[in-house]
């Protein structure tokens, strides 16, 4: 596609249920990022795939959180037992790694999750 | 741990004024510096990169600048205009293959006054 695209854009979760984010990176993109942005910050960096291979996620911040790219493209970000310090916009950026690009990250519109 | 501020946290300016944005950054190990914006709800717009072999970039009136050594970047923003207001955020990039997670500053949110 022209762009990282994300879905659902809103997402209204009651405390205790699961969601899951989507994430369709920039075709050919072999890096794709998530990252946690809460109200007046800048976004945090959750979890990074290259290709199918999660190489790092420091940045989960509980083991609720889990992120799957099975097949190198399209990316899921799962929350289980949703609380309310998980409401925020979770973005998803790709990149394609290397001397032409210097891994420039492209950004989607994010996902906006309220937990009630 | 890489750390990223941007100073001040918020600027306002009248309609035609060149402004700058700065960024500090911790650690100079970096592969690279971004400058992003974004507008109320939106994602982020990419708006320079910077690898950190280079001094500067330029995009129309916008431009960049790096200096490793002193952990600094800044935007410079010539004639500004009124839909130049936005929250402009810089990230440093990791240290590269492997490693190219973006830190986040909190942003600097800019207002033009027409």
């Known amino acids: 596609g022209a762009g990282v695209s994300q879905s659902p854009r809103y997402k209204v979760a009651k405390r205790g249920q699961d969601v899951a984010l989507r994430c369709d990176p920039i075709?050919?993109?072999?890096?794709l990022f998530w990252y946690q942005q809460a109200l007046g910050q800048g976004p945090e960096f959750l979890t990074y795939?290259?290709?199918?291979?999660?190489?790092?996620k420091s940045g989960l911040p509980s083991d609720r959180f889990f992120a799957e790219r099975p097949e190198g493209s399209v990316s899921t970000l799962k929350i289980q037992r949703t609380q309310q310090e998980d409401s925020a916009v979770y973005l998803c950026?790709?990149?394609?790694?290397?001397?032409?690009?210097?891994?420039?990250?492209?950004f989607g519109p994010g996902t906006r999750l309220t937990v009630l | 741990k890489q750390e990223v501020t941007q100073i001040p946290a918020a600027l306002s300016v009248p309609e035609g004024e060149n402004l700058v944005l700065n960024c500090s950054f911790t650690?100079?190990?970096?592969?690279?510096l971004q400058w992003f914006r974004q507008d109320p709800g939106k994602g982020l717009t990419s708006l320079l990169l910077?690898?950190?072999?280079?001094r500067e970039q330029t995009s129309g009136r916008l431009n960049a600048s790096l200096d490793k050594s002193s952990g600094r970047s800044t935007l410079y923003i010539a004639a500004s205009q009124p839909g130049d207001s936005a929250t402009y955020l810089c990230a440093a990039g990791g240290s590269g293959f492997g490693n190219e997670k973006l830190t986040f500053g909190t942003g600097t949110r800019l207002t033009i006054i027409p």
């Open positions: 795939f290259q290709n199918e291979a999660q190489l790092d």
């Open positions: 075709s050919g993109h072999v890096s």
């Open positions: 910077i690898q950190s072999s280079q």
């Open positions: 650690d100079s190990a970096i592969y690279n």
């Open positions: 950026a790709s990149s394609f790694p290397g001397l032409v690009s210097y891994n420039e990250q492209f």
